[in-house]
Each structure stands twice: as structure tokens, then as C-alpha cells.
């Protein structure tokens, strides 16, 4: 499967109060009165897989921020411009190795004195893409 382009946040992973992970799609989140703000608004977000070997996650830029807030982040590097008003406020690397998709998590990990890999598989499924604690659909 060609995973080059914008996917938007179909469903999120959440946990219930077993602490069992349970998907949910944005209408089932949105009328959750428990939910946070911050998973709400990552639905909005659009995560990019890029040729250049990145993946982006992808924020609109808020309506009430100046050029000159826009051109400070981007200048320090807290942020890269990306399409028609979106900013890209994180990127990771990205590769297919043996057929797998993998992406960089950055995570540094270990178990028993052995370093754990910081690369972990995306996985594919029926045209859905599962990345990190989300599911991807198609722009």
C-alpha cells in the first residue's frame, strides 16, 4: 500500500476506567463530557507521510495567531509551514524495511540492560492505517 500523503484522525485509542484500550471515532469522543480537550482537538489534526522520508503531524494555524507568532515558530524551528494553513508541529522519520512501514517513535527504551529499537511498525489494515494511538483514514 502507498502510504504517501495526508491521513486524517479517524478514531483514537482511549482507555476506559479498566484501563482497557477502547477506539473511538471523533462523534463518540466529542459526546463524551468526560474526554479531554486535547484528544478533541486531535481529531482535527492531519498526519502527513511525506516522500522526503518524514511523517508530519499536521495543526491548523489558529485564526488569531500574527505572522509574526507564525515566523517565530517557524524560525526557531518549533514548527515548519506545510500546505495551505497548516503548521507541521512534529516530524519523524519514516522508512519500509522487509516490507514493514516503521516509523521512529524517538522513544528510548530498554528491557534487562538490552536497548529496545525506537522504530515501531504501522500497521496496515483494510485501508487504515494504525499509527501510533491512532487510526488513519484518507484525506
Known amino acids: 500500500m502507498d502510504i504517501i ?3 486524517n ?3 483514537a485509542m ?3 476506567e479498566d484501563l482497557n484500550s477502547v477506539w473511538k471515532t471523533k462523534e463518540e ?4 463530557e468526560s474526554a479531554d480537550d486535547d484528544l478533541k482537538e486531535l481529531f482535527d489534526a492531519k498526519i502527513a507521510f511525506c516522500e522526503d522520508g518524514f511523517v508530519r503531524s499536521l495543526f491548523a494555524i489558529p485564526e488569531d495567531m500574527s505572522q509574526e507568532e507564525i515566523d517565530e515558530m517557524v524560525e526557531s524551528g518549533e514548527a515548519e509551514l506545510y500546505g495551505d494553513g497548516y503548521m ?3 516530524r519523524r522519520p519514516w522508512k519500509v524495511e522487509d516490507g514493514k512501514i516503521l516509523v521512529d517513535t524517538g522513544m528510548k527504551a530498554e528491557v534487562l540492560g538490552e536497548e529496545l529499537s525506537s522504530w ?3 500497521k496496515v489494515l483494510d485501508g ?3 499509527y501510533m494511538m491512532f487510526r488513519l483514514a484518507r484525506d
Open 88 to 90: 507541521a508541529m512534529e
Open 14 to 16: 482511549t482507555f476506559d
Open 29 to 32: 469522543v466529542m459526546a463524551d
Open 120 to 122: 515501531t511498525e504501522v
Open 5 to 7: 500523503g495526508i491521513w
Open 9 to 11: 484522525v479517524a478514531e
Open 128 to 130: 487504515v492505517v494504525e
